[in-house]
């Protein structure tokens, strides 16, 4: 299917790696020329070479911190007019209320939920401007499902989901769309760091945490590409009626209302 994104500019946050990069090499397969930005230089580099062995298109890269206010305006004013905007960047620690800190909220709510409001304060003024553009937000369906054991998590993607709605209920007023993509548990380096802490508190055991996949959908976590997928297609001018809504995308587990399906006794 031909999205129709050829010649189109994309600045993707958190682009070194998982989604982020998966969404890179997949908008890249469309035509779409990069701007991407991640903490890791090294990780950027290796990826900003693949896509030209593979692609025939741009793909510019800036390393650094992007927990800041000034940083994200740096970055803005780096990318210039992009057609798309994906928020991506966000690492919000897992674990219940009493064994997050202060500094634990606060370190994960600058990068994720004030990055991207701060990211697209700056973009979104100037898609504006031009009467055109799409943000897509890497929410998580925690937002919608929420989890004791990811209590930081689940209260940072719920703000990012009014977020969205709030942007996306309007901005195509001005001639741009704003959604969001609220995965579910994606086999991640990240995840896989969350559900070690979930195992250690709930099993005692942070070696027993792949005993949690059996209550998944499928007995599985999803894919990067799957993800990708959906966000790519919302970028496009296929989905050009689409603002204001947040796709989930999670085997239906925030359908189902519990981040694990509890287990059943046979009687």
């Known amino acids: 299917m031909d999205l129709k994104l050829g010649g189109r500019k994309a600045l993707i946050t958190g682009a070194s790696k998982g989604i982020g990069r998966a969404t890179a090499l997949t908008m890249a397969a469309e035509g779409v020329s990069l701007y991407l930005a991640a903490r890791s230089k090294d990780e950027l580099e290796a990826l900003q070479k693949e896509i030209a062995g593979k692609y025939k298109v741009g793909a510019e890269i800036r390393a650094g911190d992007l927990s800041t206010t000034k940083s994200m305006v740096e970055l803005a004013d780096w990318a210039g007019d992009v057609d798309i905007l994906f928020n991506n960047a966000g690492d919000i620690p897992g674990g219940s209320i009493e064994n997050l800190t202060d500094a634990d909220w606060r370190r994960g709510f600058d990068l994720k939920l004030f990055g991207y409001i701060n ?28 989890d004791y054991n990811y209590v930081a998590g689940s209260t940072g993607n719920a703000a990012i989901m009014s977020f969205t709605k709030a942007l996306g209920g309007v901005s195509m007023d001005y001639g741009v769309r704003v959604v969001g993509v609220s995965p579910g548990p994606i086999a991640t380096n990240r995840m896989t760091r969350m559900m070690k802490i979930r195992a250690k508190e709930q099993l005692g055991d942070e070696s027993r945490w792949q005993e949690f996949l059996k209550d998944y959908p499928g007995g599985r976590m999803g894919t990067d590409q799957e993800i990708a997928d959906v966000v790519t297609f919302l970028a496009s001018p296929l989905a050009g009626y689409i603002s204001g809504t947040i796709i989930t995308v999670d085997g239906g587990i925030a359908a189902y209302g519990s981040i694990i399906k509890p287990r059943i006794k046979k009687s």
Request: no cysteine.
């Open 119 to 146: 990211l697209t304060r700056e973009v979104l003024a100037r898609m504006k401007k031009r009467k055109t553009g799409v943000i897509v937000n890497d929410i998580g369906n925690s937002g919608e499902n929420w």
